[in-house]
Each structure stands twice: as structure tokens, then as C-alpha cells.
């Protein structure tokens, strides 16, 4: 009866905080079709606030990781990269839900010199 208690207090307490943590499956892809990485995306969503972290495989197997700050709106994604590992700088992704699927984001992130094409799907 306590251990029952104490977990009803534990799961009403996590969704009181506020917060809301999801991982994506992301693409990347290069403006020509080529594909750049591939990876995961953690995000931590507080209000209309995002931030997390990439662990993505560029397709020549080299790991890339970078930060993610941005927020949400009205179910659109706006994500500054910080950070790349592979030296691309001021990336802004600007992702929208797929028509039909409202857990697949697609978009593009713009960087110094090239955009990217982006598709992440909230597992």
C-alpha cells in the first residue's frame, strides 16, 4: 500500500515539472540528395523553450554531436545548432510536422555556405 503511494506521488510529481524530454530519429541531408548523417536528437521542452543534444554518424562513419537551443510554437521547431563538431556554424532549423503525421518533423537548417534537409521522426 506505501510502495503503491509512493509511486502514484513519484508519477504525479514528473508531470507536474513541466518539462517534457523526447528523442527523434533525424536525418540529415545535403542540398544535392546525398545523405550527411544520421542519429538522435534529445529535446527538453519547458513552455515553448527547447534545448538538448545531437549524437548523429556522418555518412563516413566520424561521429558529430552539437547542442541544441530553440523553441516551439504552434507545433513549429525552431533549433539553433551550437557546437558542430564538423565546423558548420550559425545552422537555424526551422521543422514542421508532415501532413498526415503529426510525430514526423521535416525542414531545412540553414548554415554558413550550405542547407541542410532535415527529417526527425519522435519516437
Known amino acids: 500500500m506505501i510502495k503503491l503511494a509512493m509511486t502514484t506521488a513519484a508519477v504525479a510529481l514528473a508531470m507536474t515539472t513541466g518539462a517534457l524530454a523526447e528523442k527523434w530519429s533525424v536525418t540529415e541531408q545535403a542540398a544535392s540528395g546525398i545523405k550527411y548523417a544520421t542519429g538522435t536528437w534529445?529535446?527538453?521542452?519547458?513552455?515553448d523553450k527547447v534545448?538538448?543534444?545531437?549524437?548523429?554518424?556522418?555518412?563516413?562513419?566520424?561521429m558529430l554531436s552539437y547542442k541544441l537551443e530553440g523553441t516551439v510554437a504552434g507545433g513549429v521547431y525552431t533549433l539553433n545548432f551550437v557546437g558542430r563538431d564538423d565546423g558548420k556554424k550559425?545552422?537555424?532549423?526551422?521543422?514542421?510536422?508532415?501532413?498526415g503525421n503529426a510525430r514526423v518533423y521535416a525542414g531545412e537548417a540553414a548554415c554558413e555556405g550550405q542547407t541542410l534537409s532535415i527529417r526527425g521522426g519522435v519516437q
Open 42 to 47: 534529445t529535446l527538453n521542452a519547458e513552455g
Open 90 to 99: 550559425n545552422c537555424v532549423f526551422t521543422g514542421k510536422p508532415s501532413a
Open 51 to 62: 534545448a538538448g543534444k545531437a549524437d548523429m554518424q556522418l555518412d563516413n562513419g566520424t
